[in-house]
């Protein structure tokens, strides 16, 4: 390697971690603003101060909430319905995209329709959820993975189109089964597109699960969200929506990391 290259590396990585930096000072900027405009709201009696309370009183039922042995008890039931919707739905969704990706006639025919139904509010089939699968965590579950479905599968079905022929003609040139092709061939051809369709899938599912449990449920997340709200617990309602916001977030920061660190090795 050339003294140019390397100075040229040199330079450009202090240019990137300048960028990085400056970056994250605005996403803190912007945090603080928004702390700030309510803190503001919620002292200047223009609303009730119950509707907006003060971050002093979240934060202290945030900490309340996590010493709170019936919070994580609600955490795993959530998240177990939430991780079962997920597989349930985005395995789905990978195999439909997978079959509509390599024939044209069933894209033609099925794709339209999970764009049409795709933004379909999907808590209009909860009472069929309901019929179903009862009023247990089986309708939660249906309704996280009815929603997680259609983004994970127009997303692979789209990437299926993108994948380069020379690695399919190289899949079948070694005469590969379709488990195999799909297996060595698509999947990894197709990983960034996967995850985001998985991390896309896995937002919705959450949503949709939260939304079954806010209806119809005796716990988990949503139905300690819906009874701090039938109680007015205005503070303790608003520290169990950071708390799933914040971990949504982290989950799916977890899934856009590992997309970008398997993408930089890809092009090493």
């Known amino acids: 390697m050339t003294t140019t290259a390397v100075s040229g590396r040199a330079r450009v990585r202090p240019a990137k971690r300048d960028e990085d930096r400056a970056v994250l000072l605005t996403r803190l900027g912007i945090i603080a603003a928004i702390l700030l405009c309510w803190e503001l709201l919620a002292r200047s009696g223009l609303l009730y101060r119950d509707v907006v309370p003060s971050l002093v009183l979240i934060v202290g039922e945030l900490g309340r909430l996590l010493i709170d042995r019936t919070f994580y008890d609600n955490l795993g039931v959530t ?23 390599r024939n044209k006639f069933l894209q033609r025919a099925y794709e339209p329709l999970l764009h049409y139904l795709g933004p379909t509010p999907k808590i209009i089939f909860f009472p069929i959820m309901i019929m179903w699968f009862g009023v247990g965590p089986g309708s939660k579950v249906a309704m996280g993975a009815l929603s997680s479905f259609f983004p994970v599968a127009i997303s692979i079905a789209a990437a299926m189109r993108e994948i380069d022929t020379v690695l399919i003609r190289v899949g079948l040139s070694f005469r590969l089964n379709n488990a195999q092709m799909i297996r060595k061939i698509y999947l990894p051809a197709m990983r960034a597109p996967v995850i985001n369709g998985i991390r896309i899938g896995l937002g919705v599912a959450i949503i949709g699960t939260l939304l079954a449990e806010t209806k119809l449920a005796n716990q988990g997340l949503g139905y300690a969200v819906i009874q701090t709200y039938a109680t007015f617990n205005m503070p303790r309602m608003y520290a169990l929506l950071t708390v799933v916001f914040l971990l949504a977030v982290g989950v799916n920061t977890v899934l856009g990391r590992y997309t970008e660190l398997r993408a930089t090795r890809a092009f090493r």
């Open 79 to 101: 998240a177990g319905e939430v991780l079962l919707a997920i597989a349930i739905g985005g395995g789905a969704g990978i195999g439909v995209g997978i079959i509509l990706g």
